[in-house]
């Protein structure tokens, strides 16, 4: 069955320093990966998409992230994190094929402080 | 551009009480999503619609029920509100399978 582990729950990170989000997933065939970030009060937002292709995938607000078959992992990266960037980061595994459904991780809280 | 417009945005229910979360997008998506969140928890699917007149039951659709007569709405229907029923509510559309998703901000229901 389909699964996505995100094992951070809630990371704090200093304003402009670099930032990792974990997120490992389990998938029998080739999966669609998200990430989606999600303001309070607000829905979810898309940062980046991987489908195929090129396994380093840069999303919007100077997000990358990278796909490593072998560990099962596609883990949201950043270099600089901005006091804007604090909010919850959803990691997702889509099916390339089938039925439609986005299984979703638990989510990473993330706070930025000054 | 509106994009996807979910009303109410707070709702309160009496356990066996019912009543219709409304979703509707202006971008022409054919496939529509609803999903809730429960806190600390990733988002379940309930029921999601790839085009009007089809829908299709997703990982959570049970005391849920709901009907695509248009492409632009996608309401979801909760027949005898339970307190398991209490969570957060968000509407989605895409243009395809795959593709972004573009959220509502969604409806928070209490079911007391």
Same mark, same amino acid.
């Given at each position: 069955a389909q699964s996505v582990t995100q094992p951070d729950i809630h990371i704090t990170v200093s304003e402009g320093a670099s930032l990792e989000l974990r997120c490992n997933y389990s998938y029998g065939a080739t999966p669609y990966l998200f990430w989606y970030v999600q303001s309070p009060g607000q829905g979810l937002q898309l940062l980046l998409k991987y489908f195929? =292709?090129? /396994?380093l995938v840069q999303g919007i607000k100077g997000f990358e992230a990278e796909f490593k078959r072998s560990q099962s992992s596609f883990n949201l990266r950043k270099p600089s994190v901005h006091w804007s960037d604090a909010a919850e980061y959803f990691c997702a595994v889509g099916e390339a /094929? =089938?039925?439609n459904n986005l299984f979703f991780g638990t989510g990473t809280r993330l706070t930025v402080i000054p | 551009n509106a994009g996807v417009t979910q009303t109410p945005k707070f709702r309160i229910l009496k356990i066996g009480q019912s009543m219709t979360l409304q979703c509707t997008q202006d971008? &022409?998506? &054919?496939y529509m999503y609803w999903y809730r969140q429960d806190p600390g928890m990733g988002l379940k699917l309930i029921y999601y619609s790839v085009g009007a007149g089809i829908t299709d039951k997703g990982e959570v659709p049970n005391g849920y029920n709901v009907s695509r007569s248009t492409t632009e709405d996608f309401p979801l229907r909760l027949e005898l509100a339970a307190p398991s029923q209490t969570s957060v509510y968000f509407c989605a559309s895409s243009t395809t399978r795959g593709e972004k998703l573009f959220f509502g901000s969604g409806t928070q229901l209490s079911v007391l």
């Open positions: 195929s =292709g090129d /396994t /094929t =089938g039925a | 971008m &022409n998506h &054919n």
